[in-house]
Each structure stands twice: as C-alpha cells, then as structure tokens.
C-alpha cells in the first residue's frame, strides 16, 4: 500500500488510521532517511491507539513506553545501536512478543532480530512535489497476507487509502520502558 502526504498532520492521520488495524504483539518496523517524518508517524500512531501524552523519539534512551491507549505503545529508536544484540540487553524481546506494538525507528538497523510478520513503512521524501510531500509504503499487513492467501488482492479493510478502520479492545503490555543497558 503507498498512501501520499503533504502534510505533518495527513501523515499523523495515515498513522492512526493504520493504529486502528494492528493487535498485540505487532512489530511495525519504520525506516526513512533523517527527517522524513518517523517521529511524525510514531505521534499519529499512539494518537490512533489513544495514547494522549506527547510523543518524542527515544533516540537516547532507545526505548520509551506508553500506556493508556487500547494497546501499549513500545517506541523503539534504535539509531545509535551498533550490534543488534545491545537489543537484547534493552529486552526488546518482551516489547516484541508482549501484549502492546513495537514501533522501531530505523529497523533496517537490526533487521536480524525482525519477527519476520513484522510490517514494514517506509517514509521517503521528495522535494519536486514539495517540502511536506511524504511518499508512504507499507508491507506486510497481517489483513493483507491472510487476503492474500484466500486468493484476494488489495488491502482488506480499507475502502481507499484515506480510510480509518475501527479501533477494538485489547489487553495491556508487559513490556518495561527504559534502556537496560548498563
């Protein structure tokens, strides 16, 4: 699916429609150069999961935790990880396998460790369409594999690229916030 954005706030609008779609335990790996709009998506993407307290990159504690929402939000930036296996010293493994979503800035940075039904968003800028037009590809949708698999194509549940699905209850995470690192 690629959705277009020429705005900061038609992309937090894309990222809640695309919260209101995921369960516990999804991985939304989020790559894009410096300055596309990753903290941009991630603050729409807690605002469709609910979450109300203000966003910010984790780039220095690589891991922030919101609660509050329908799912928990494990806010991952993992920019200044050199070795994928400091992920496993942070314990990414319970944010992963928990009961909230993982979203990781820079997954491509520790691609190795990616659940393999983990969905994909790529942010790319393009500045001959103008400084806030946002080029936005998502793979690998859970709806989308099991359509897919029943012989379908399209993306299941999405009437066009602007729809907002409807948003369901789910228990809380168990994951804890904070870099463990020592």
């Known amino acids: 699916m690629v959705f277009e954005t020429n705005s900061e706030q038609a992309t937090e609008d894309f990222a809640a429609a695309l919260a209101g779609k995921v369960s516990p335990g999804t991985v939304i790996c989020l790559d894009g150069d410096l300055g596309t709009g990753k903290t941009v998506f991630a603050r729409g993407f807690a605002r469709g999961l609910g979450i109300t307290e203000p966003i910010v990159s984790p780039t220095f504690t690589i891991l922030h935790g ?30 992963f396998y928990g009961d909230g979503v993982s979203l ?41 594999r099991e359509k897919a698999a029943d012989g379908e194509a399209g993306p299941v549940g999405w009437k066009s690229e602007s729809a907002v699905p409807e948003n369901s209850a789910a228990p809380s995470g168990t994951c804890t916030e904070g870099d463990k690192r020592n």
């Open 104 to 144: 990781v800035e820079w997954a491509s940075r520790v691609k190795e460790i990616i659940p393999g039904d983990a969905v994909h968003v790529r942010i790319e800028k393009n500045l001959e369409k103008g400084f806030d037009y946002r080029r936005i590809t998502v793979s690998g949708l859970r709806e989308d």
């Open 66 to 95: 919101y609660e509050g929402g329908r799912l928990p939000l494990w806010h991952f930036d993992v920019y200044r990880i050199e070795d994928p296996e400091e992920m496993y010293e942070i314990g990414f493994e319970d944010c």
